[in-house]
């Protein structure tokens, strides 16, 4: 088990190194001669004010959806259950940009963008709820729903942005997910927000494996079972509306990460969620160092100076894919 | 009639013959004949398409989930026509519908195929998530390519938007319906033996898994024309079937197919007029409203509906509908008759020219004896 959190970890460092060499702006060489105290004025800025914070902001970001993610499929009981499907990123997403378009919050005041994120996946969450009604115990059936509630809440996205038509180009960007001019204030506002939930994910591991026990089993060992599931609730809405107000709406991470997670850690959460956290970190980082190599192999070939492919885009196109080999391998019976 | 009257130039109802008749002459008969009529048109056929196309998917799937929003076959038709718009390609107005069924068609034959066909309905459903899915990312990309104009464009676009549409978009339709509909009418009995489960239809003499792909072609054939219009507007292709269902829980798909296109019909009429006045100054587009408010209410008709279909069985005879029908009343069978009679018009007329040219296209062969009783009715 050391050995596979170590090859894990060295994995994240050896993403997040190309991570700061992948962008368009200078070669690596120059990149290392930044590091070892060369270059000039504009050089140091490049790697030291948008590489760096760009590449923690993907770090945290990828870790907290995944642990986001395997929280919310353990306390439903659920393998379909990631933030995307449960209504909490498109809630999230919701509020943020209703915030900002009522002029409650502005994107140069940040910790509000993030109130809003958490108040919107809250009530995400609490209309899959509400619709699921008596069915939420069959799994495909909350995910369906989850889909259907997706549908109403990007609806009215689409209202607000239609609204207040202003920044919708920016807006497109994040509504896909992109890292691209991330700085210092994000990761700043990310941190503290993410090690604080993650705390909590950390401290709710044990009732969690409990609870992917079966509700049966967690009342027999003396859990309270309704006021557990709450509060990981809770928790998972916190950490996906944090990770939504950095990056945007990072599609399938964290869906299919923590299917990752578990296959290489195995059940026990205790064990499993710092390696879902890792495992999330290298997904996100490795695909935006992709991401950014491929628009700049694109750019190259095609000639198109300004085209940038948006992080967003290469995971729900990888994490499609999985889903279908995921659905697929299922046998029928649980879907 | 609201939909032709209300608006900034505000034409009272009593006048609207008077301007018609009027017609280039004064300011409220341009607006009402160049811009209302068409626009209302429009609503009217794309709901028709749209209601039916799902009704049409929700019975060959046996599913009553199966919408075009969750196939990708909406999205593939959406990427189909803003990739031509995005990079700068120009093409003729008439590749446009072409381009939107190539997309469609990936959309849907992709899922079908990633899903296999006899899998169960949620593995399908979740696959088409995937699906649809992947595609909205490729038009993400799109649109960041995109600038700023182009961007507003397209955005409305994809919400599925009835603005500013005039005559031309309408014409254009036609000759996708007219190869549409009678491959409909064709194929509704088919829909009807589909019903009782694959083994019953293979032991009836219908080839199940042909008869599907023939379904999921026509769906395809009806939704892209459409979207290649007016966008995607959303979940009309959900809430419509459901809706003809719940008023007539009793009937066949046969009988649920004229219905449903017409509850398709009277949706995006009525989403249309909030669309255009909600925020007066600002235009929204019709599917936000559909989507807004299609979705909740399908899923309450779709669980009433599994509830009370016992209940509404035993007591058939004092039909619910008759109950309920007083209090829409004139409204909603006023414009349901009045789209009902061009289209039975249509369905027979090219019947009528058809048996010379021996049946167009997806006929699907065990069906003609009894698409003869269809047509009588």
């Given at each position: 088990m050391t050995r596979r959190f170590t090859a894990l970890a060295a994995l994240a460092v050896v993403c997040a190194a190309v991570e700061m060499v992948a962008g368009r702006g200078m070669s690596p060489g120059v990149a290392w001669d930044v590091l070892n105290g060369g270059g000039d004025a504009t050089e140091r800025h490049i790697l030291f004010h948008l590489r760096l914070p760009r590449m923690l902001v993907s770090l945290g970001a990828g870790a907290c959806l995944a642990v986001a993610g395997l929280v919310l499929q353990s306390a439903l009981r659920n393998p379909l259950a990631g933030p995307e499907v449960t209504g909490v990123t498109p809630g999230a997403v919701l509020g943020a940009v209703a915030a900002t378009a009522l002029g409650l919050a502005g994107w140069d005041s940040p910790l509000a963008v993030v109130l809003a994120a958490c108040a919107g996946g809250c009530g995400g969450a609490a209309l899959l709820w509400l619709l699921a009604g008596r069915g939420r115990g069959d799994p495909a059936q909350t995910a369906v729903h989850g889909v259907l509630v997706s549908a109403v809440l990007g609806g009215l996205t689409a209202m607000v942005l239609l609204v207040e038509p202003g920044g919708l180009g920016s807006v497109v960007q994040w509504l896909v997910g992109t890292t691209e001019g991330r700085v210092w204030q994000h990761w700043h506002l990310l941190w503290p927000w993410a090690l604080a939930w993650g705390a909590v994910a950390w401290l709710l591991?044990?009732?969690?494996?409990?609870?992917?026990?079966?509700?049966?089993?967690?009342?027999?060992?003396?859990?309270?079972?309704?006021?557990?599931?709450?509060?990981?609730?809770?928790?998972?809405?916190?950490?996906?509306?944090?990770?939504?107000?950095?990056?945007?709406?990072?599609?399938?991470?964290?869906?299919?990460?923590?299917?990752?997670?578990?296959?290489?850690?195995?059940?026990?959460?205790?064990?499993?969620?710092?390696?879902?956290?890792?495992?999330?970190?290298?997904?996100?980082?490795?695909?935006?160092a992709a991401a950014q190599l491929s628009s700049r192999l694109l750019a190259a070939t095609l000639d198109a100076g300004r085209l940038t492919l948006p992080v967003g885009a290469l995971t729900a196109c990888l994490g499609a894919a999985l889903l279908l080999v995921v659905v697929r391998r299922t046998p029928s019976r649980t879907f | 009639m609201c939909a032709l009257s209300l608006g900034t130039p505000y034409v009272p109802p009593h006048r609207l013959l008077a301007s018609v008749l009027d017609g280039d002459t004064t300011l409220a008969g341009i607006v009402v004949t160049e811009l209302r009529v068409p626009r209302l048109?429009?609503?009217?056929?794309?709901?028709?398409?749209?209601?039916?196309?799902?009704?049409?998917l929700q019975e060959a799937l046996r599913n009553p989930l199966a919408v075009p929003e969750m196939l990708g076959v909406s999205s593939g038709a959406a990427l189909g026509v803003a990739a031509p718009l995005v990079l700068t390609l120009s093409l003729p107005a008439a590749v446009q519908p072409l381009l939107a069924i190539g997309g469609a068609a990936l959309g849907g034959g992709l899922t079908l195929l990633a899903a296999g066909l006899g899998r169960s309905p949620s593995a399908v459903l979740l696959t088409g998530a995937a699906v649809a899915a992947a595609l909205q990312a490729a038009l993400l990309v799109l649109m960041v390519m995109a600038d700023q104009l182009d961007l507003q464009l397209i955005y409305r676009y994809l919400l599925g938007s009835l603005s500013a549409r005039t005559w031309d978009d309408v014409t254009g339709l036609w000759p996708w319906l007219l190869v549409a509909v009678p491959a409909l009418v064709l194929c509704a009995p088919v829909l009807s033996v589909m019903r009782l489960g694959d083994e019953d239809a293979e032991a009836l003499g219908v080839r199940a898994q042909r008869a599907r792909l023939a379904a999921l072609a026509i769906a395809v054939l009806l939704i892209a024309p459409v979207t290649a219009v007016c966008g995607p507007v959303a979940w009309v292709g959900f809430l419509a079937p459901h809706l003809a269902r719940w008023f007539n829980p009793a009937a066949g798909a046969v009988r649920w197919l004229p219905w449903s296109a017409a509850w398709g019909a009277v949706v995006v009429g009525v989403a249309d007029v909030p669309a255009r006045l909600a925020l007066a100054p600002v235009e929204t587009p019709a599917g936000a409203w559909t989507a807004l408010l299609g979705v909740p209410a399908g899923v309450a008709l779709m669980r009433?509906?599994?509830?009370?279909?016992?209940?509404?069985?035993?007591?058939?005879?004092?039909?619910?509908?008759?109950?309920?029908?007083?209090?829409?009343?004139?409204?909603?069978?006023?414009?349901?008759?009045?789209?009902?009679?061009?289209?039975?018009?249509?369905?027979t007329e090219v019947r009528g020219s058809e048996p010379g040219r021996g049946g167009p296209s997806g006929a699907v062969p065990p069906a003609s004896g009894t698409t003869g009783t269809e047509d009588a009715r």
């Open positions: 591991a044990g009732p969690l494996t409990l609870l992917r026990c079966g509700d049966d089993i967690a009342l027999a060992a003396g859990l309270a079972a309704r006021r557990a599931r709450t509060l990981a609730l809770l928790c998972a809405v916190a950490l996906t509306a944090g990770a939504v107000a950095a990056v945007g709406a990072l599609g399938f991470v964290g869906l299919l990460v923590p299917h990752l997670a578990v296959a290489v850690f195995g059940a026990d959460l205790r064990v499993s969620l710092p390696g879902a956290a890792l495992l999330g970190a290298v997904v996100v980082c490795g695909a935006d | 048109v429009l609503a009217l056929i794309a709901g028709a398409c749209l209601g039916a196309a799902g009704l049409v009433s509906g599994g509830r009370g279909r016992g209940r509404a069985a035993r007591r058939r005879p004092a039909a619910p509908t008759d109950a309920r029908e007083p209090l829409y009343g004139s409204r909603r069978t006023a414009s349901g008759t009045a789209d009902e009679f061009p289209r039975a018009g249509t369905c």
